[in-house]
Each structure stands twice: as C-alpha cells, then as structure tokens.
C-alpha cells in the first residue's frame, strides 16, 4: 500500500510534465484549423463586404440556386438511400461487401473524379447519354446535372449513418410490434424509422452540407453557368477568377456560416454520437 501511494505521485507528476507539451500542440493544430477559417470571416465582416455584397443578384441567384438543390437532393436521398440503408444493415447476401464498397467509393472519390464519371456515364456521348439523347433527355450542363452531381457524392454520408441507425435498433421491439399485428408498412413508419430517427437526421444534415460546398463533380457535370448551375461554391470560384474577391469573400463566408450551423445543430442536438458510431461501424 505504501509503495503504491508513493509510486501515485510520481505519476501524476510524468503526466504534468508531459501535459505540457501536448498541450501546446493541440493548441497549435487547433489555431492551424480555425485561423483561416477565422481570417475568411473576419475579413468579409470587417471590411464590410459580407452586408454590402451579400445581397447582391448574384449571391442571392446563387444561394437560391444552392437552396434548391440541395432539396431536390436531399429528397433523392432519402428515396433511393433509405431502402438501400435498411437492407445494408438488414440483409447478407452475395455481394453485399462489394455494395457496401461501391455506396462508399463517392467519399473517397476526388470530386473532379466523380464528375467526369458522371459525364462519361450521362453526357451525349455517354454510356446512358445516348440513348437519353435519342429520347430528347439533355443532363449535362443544366440544373438537373447539379442535382445528380451534389446527390452522388453526398447520398454515401445519409446511406452510412441509415445502415448505422437501423442496424441498432432493437429487433426485439420489432418482433413485439409484430405480435400486435402491425404490417412490414407500418412496423417501419412506426417502430423501425422512429427508433433510428437519430442516425438518420444526423446523416441527412451532414449530407445536405456536404451536398451545398458540392464544387468539383458539379463544375465537371454541370459547368458554371450563371443562373441554372452557378451554386455558391462555383461563385466563389468563378468571382475569384475574374478579380471579384469581396463577391468571392461574401459568398464563401455564407458557406462557412452554414457548414457551421449544421456543426452546432449536430452537437447541440445530440446527434454526434450517431455520426461517430457510424464512423465505427465503417
């Protein structure tokens, strides 16, 4: 006993000693990942850039244009990446590694990649292109193209954090639902999607914010054309290009301001740990 209270201090000792230096690298990676950040804010804001060209015709097309996508998208998400989710955790079947593989593969896709793919496969000399253009259906370049685009890379975040969701829910508690006479319908309205509520918000935010900074697929599939494909990322492109840096500084801080929302919502709400089981599971 002695021995161990004196070996207790000597302890806590090594770990002050080396809480000091850790901690001095954490601070430092903390301002390396929030000072440019802070910087591009700070300059919209104090320069006053963000209050006088925030509400200019072109971020505000622009804005309305990212807003309305990422809705479509996010509704073509919760359609096709739903099922697909239920029956990832549910089912193991042959194949079913090389599918969850696939559903992955957009994330870790550069985004310039997953465009030209999305062009090879739907543009008018493409593999499906062709014959859409044989029955007048035109994708590329148009407001549909950023939906498939902002859709494609930002479906896996839903799919994942869904797969996450139903495979914990209790099937006990799904079996009980049966015993009362509840149909496969029902049982998923009421119990199933209910009890994964979490999981999928919380996928479903982190996918609509990765779907609104969506650039390179969208700029690869969709081009930059002011008022049916220019999102807010590619104004912040295009106005950085041509010499419009405070439109470029505006627009990208109202990103920012977003994606940090979205941040907040998913901690303050609750939804974190849904997202880093999730990432566990994966």
Do not use: C, K
């Amino acid at each position: 006993m002695t021995a161990l209270s004196s070996r207790a201090p000597a302890a806590a000792a090594r770990r002050t000693a080396s809480g000091g230096p850790l901690a001095a690298l954490a601070a430092l990676a903390a301002v390396a990942l929030a000072l440019p950040v802070l910087a591009l804010v700070g300059r919209a804001a104090l320069s006053g850039s963000l209050a006088t060209v925030a509400g200019s015709a072109a971020v505000l097309d622009a804005l309305a244009l990212s807003l309305a996508t990422t809705l479509a998208s996010v509704v073509l998400m919760v359609a096709l990446g739903t099922p697909l989710a239920f029956v990832l955790a549910r089912r193991r079947f042959p194949g079913s590694a090389l599918l969850e593989t696939a559903v992955d593969l957009p994330i870790v896709l550069p985004p310039s990649v997953a465009g030209l793919a999305l062009l090879l496969l739907l543009g008018r000399t493409g593999l499906l292109g062709r014959p859409l253009g044989l029955l007048g259906v035109e994708l590329p370049f148009t407001t549909a193209a950023v939906v498939i685009a902002q859709t494609f890379v930002a479906a896996p975040l839903f799919i994942r954090s869904a797969r996450t969701g139903f495979a914990g829910v209790d099937r006990d508690l799904e079996d009980a639902a049966r015993v009362d006479g509840a149909g496969e319908r029902q049982l998923f309205a009421r119990v199933t999607a209910p009890l994964a509520s979490g999981a999928l918000t919380a996928g479903l935010v982190m996918a609509w914010a990765r779907a609104l900074g969506e650039f390179g697929a969208t700029i690869m599939f969709a081009g930059n054309v002011e008022g049916r494909t220019q999102t807010l990322p590619l104004l912040v492109y295009g106005e950085f290009q041509t010499g419009g840096l405070d439109t470029s500084i505006a627009a990208a801080s109202i990103l920012v301001v977003a994606a940090l929302g979205v941040l907040l919502a998913v901690r303050v709400l609750h939804w974190g740990s849904a997202l880093d089981a999730r990432s566990a599971a994966g």
